[in-house]
């Protein structure tokens, strides 16, 4: 491409951001070897049994995100590297609302290990509003601030530069995205990844009210999953998503996938679905991990 139109397409992006501070990342290229990510598809309750039965390891240079911290793997593990990036998570967001300050309570009263917090939006105003919420002052937590700013529609060889300089990262969709964007950037030469079914189609439906509704579900969960509307906790008054809200969700996420496959290669880095019957077709698979 015309670098001068490569440069005018860099400059509308920067102008499209919603915040222009940029934040260091501590951590880049500080690791190496393997990194695990854990996301919360149901299908990693049979990947911590195996660990639980010594079949499989999972060690500090693990990744967990969301409400993992619930779990009783999670002091089992020690992980150094935990994931937010939802809007729920600096609100009183009621279907959760006990969840959250109960994940919070433990990482501020439990944690006795070195432990990053990776907080990823788009605003300085969210990243205030989540360290305020959160009442953490566990001096073992250390607050990591990503920078959420986009440039997709770049050149692949000067998006993946932009990439892994910290300052750029490619829109995550699921939380689990940044898990793995994280890894690569920090340095870690092989990701495998668990718990990513990303199997959302299989279990949607519009019921009777013209809502989406969805069997979703996690590792964690006790009860069999029933249909519910899948609603968006990312606006002021909580309303179900629009079929073409999530399915563009869903596409936004996939092609993240893409992107970070992208970034692995230029960064010499390998990425492992390890999930069984994962809808993710951007990485080799390894069955068995």
């Known amino acids: 491409m015309n670098p001068i139109k490569e440069l005018i397409k860099f400059t509308i992006d920067i102008l499209k951001l919603p915040s222009f501070r940029f934040y260091k990342i501590p951590l880049k290229n500080k690791f190496s070897g393997k990194a695990y990510v854990l996301a919360n598809g149901p299908s990693l309750k049979n990947d911590l049994e195996d660990f639980d039965k010594g079949n499989r390891t999972f060690d500090k240079n693990t990744f967990v995100v969301n ?103 490619p829109e995550d969709g699921t939380i689990a995205n940044t898990a793995i964007y ?41 009860e069999k999953p029933v249909l519910k509307p899948f609603m968006n906790c990312c606006v002021a008054e909580e309303k179900p998503f629009r079929v073409h809200e999530f399915f563009y969700i869903m596409s936004v996420m996939f092609k993240s996938h893409d992107l970070l496959e992208s970034l692995a290669e230029y960064l010499g880095a390998k990425v492992l679905n390890c999930t069984p019957n994962s809808m993710i077709d951007s990485y080799p698979r390894k069955n068995g991990c």
């Open 182 to 222: 994280l890894g690569l950037i920090e340095g870690y030469k092989e990701i495998e990844i668990y718990g990513c079914d990303h199997d959302y189609f299989r279990s949607f439906a519009v019921d009777e009210y013209n809502r989406l509704c969805s069997r979703d579900s996690h590792f964690y969960d006790n």
């Open 67 to 169: 409400l993992f911290a619930l779990d009783e793997h999670f002091k089992k593990i020690r992980p150094m590297h935990y994931c937010l990036s939802d809007p729920m998570f600096y609100q009183d967001y009621k279907p959760k609302k006990e969840q959250i300050r109960k994940m919070y309570d433990i990482l501020d009263k439990e944690v006795d290990w070195d432990m990053y917090l990776y907080i990823c939006f788009y605003t300085e105003k969210e990243y205030k509003k989540i360290i305020e919420y959160s009442k953490i002052k566990n001096p073992h937590i250390h607050f990591v601030r990503l920078n959420r700013k986009l440039c997709e529609n770049l050149n692949p060889k000067f998006r993946n530069r932009l990439y892994a300089s910290g300052y750029f990262m």
